[in-house]
């Protein structure tokens, strides 16, 4: 055929291909396989008289053979070119000609901070994407209340409330313990032990009491909503909920951050009394305190307002802790080695946040005077 492509390699002074044919997308597999073949390093002429027809497919293979043989276009004498064919061979040979920009490296430690100021951005959208998709299922909650799920509330209210009172109390009545053991230790040098009440007093009930009980609970409660959510998320039973026109936030999440937010207050008024009370006993064991005089001097020392900085603190720890869990929950991908790394995650961000709330709160209290 006529139009069969081909590439000739001329012999002579100066050495010439000669391609010839239709280079055409019609004919692409054999136009590959002719420049892929070995051809003579001194090329130095490319004559195109013989090409028939020409399209961009065409074009920017003969611009590649003019590349393979020579670094600049100058190299390579091209030849042959029609009227109709210098405008399409043009474009090809200004095409690609400019070297990409050097991308300017950073140091390691800006690019370290690079990478941490990026995943605070995404970790932040997916905690407040959470945090909205919460706030509109309990406005739809306000709107309908009969849509609230009251016996999966109540269940999830049993399980991180009632459940963790035992080891909420046993942990807080040690961490109040040694506190005053510490207090009555050191301030025996000073001639001071009844400041130890004081001290007792103010960080069990305005930090102490509630910073334990909120970790406790992101160990506790946190990690156990991740377990479920992802364990769910993985056996496909949320995109059921989704098919049947249930909304899985409205079903499933809004009822444990309900029970969170009410039982984290209620946990951490008890794990207050349990410190202040393992406190009095150090006092009186340790510190030859009468009781008396332990509940006289922490009325002296602590006012309302050290209880009110440490219960305004537990909703706000408990929503915190409530979303995140969720939020990894819903992460988890279809395996067990997902289901272990989010759950490890969502401990790890509830606790982070958790403490660093807490310090927001006390900047915000001593700044207004409480």
């Known amino acids: 055929m006529a139009d069969q492509p081909d590439l000739l390699v001329v012999q002579g002074e100066p050495l010439t291909l000669r391609p010839s044919g239709a280079w055409t997308l019609d004919n692409v597999e054999t136009l590959e396989k002719l ?7 001194e090329v130095a002429k490319l004559d195109v008289s013989q090409v028939t027809a020409l399209d961009t497919v065409g074009a920017w293979l003969i611009e ?3 590349r393979r043989f020579s670094t600049s276009p100058a190299k390579v004498a091209l030849a042959g070119v029609s009227a109709s064919q210098a405008g399409l061979m043009q474009e090809m040979q200004d095409l690609n000609r400019r070297q990409p920009a050097a991308r300017r490296r950073n140091s390691a430690a800006l690019e370290l901070l690079e990478r941490v100021g990026r ?3 995404a970790e932040s959208a997916s905690f407040l994407q959470m945090l909205g998709a919460v706030g509109i299922a309990l406005l739809g909650v306000l709107r309908h209340p009969r849509s609230l799920r009251l016996t999966s ?13 035992p080891i ?8 109040g313990a040694i506190i005053a053991q510490q207090g009555f230790f050191h301030f025996r040098k000073f001639g001071a032990e009844s400041y130890t009440v004081d001290m007792v007093g103010i960080l069990v009930l305005r930090e102490i009491g509630v910073l334990i009980v909120a970790i406790m609970v992101a160990g506790r409660s946190g990690s156990a909503y991740t377990a479920e959510l992802g364990s769910m998320k993985m056996r496909e039973e949320i995109d059921a909920l989704s098919t049947m026109g249930l909304d899985p936030v409205a079903v499933l999440i809004l009822p444990r951050v309900a029970a969170l ?3 984290l207050p209620i946990l951490t008024f008890i794990g207050s009394m349990a410190g202040l009370y393992g406190g009095g006993l ?4 340790y510190g030859d305190m009468a009781p008396a005089i332990y509940i006289e001097r922490l009325h002296e020392a602590v006012s309302v307002t050290s209880f009110k900085v440490g219960m305004l603190k537990a909703p706000f720890m408990a929503l915190v802790i409530g979303i995140v869990a969720c939020s990894e929950g819903l992460r988890v991908q279809g395996s067990a080695e997902s289901l272990g790394k989010q759950t490890t995650t969502s401990v790890v961000k509830s606790i982070f946040l958790v403490i660093v709330l807490d310090g927001l709160f006390a900047i915000f209290f001593a700044s207004i005077g409480m």
């Open 35 to 41: 420049c892929a073949r070995s051809l003579p390093a």
């Open 64 to 66: 590649k053979l003019s």
């Open 119 to 121: 995943g605070v951005l």
């Open 153 to 165: 509330t109540i269940y999830q209210l049993y399980k991180v409330g009632w459940l963790a009172i």
């Open 168 to 175: 909420m109390a046993l942990i807080t009545f040690l961490i």
């Open 261 to 263: 937010v009410i039982a």
């Open 282 to 285: 150090v006092a009186q064991f």
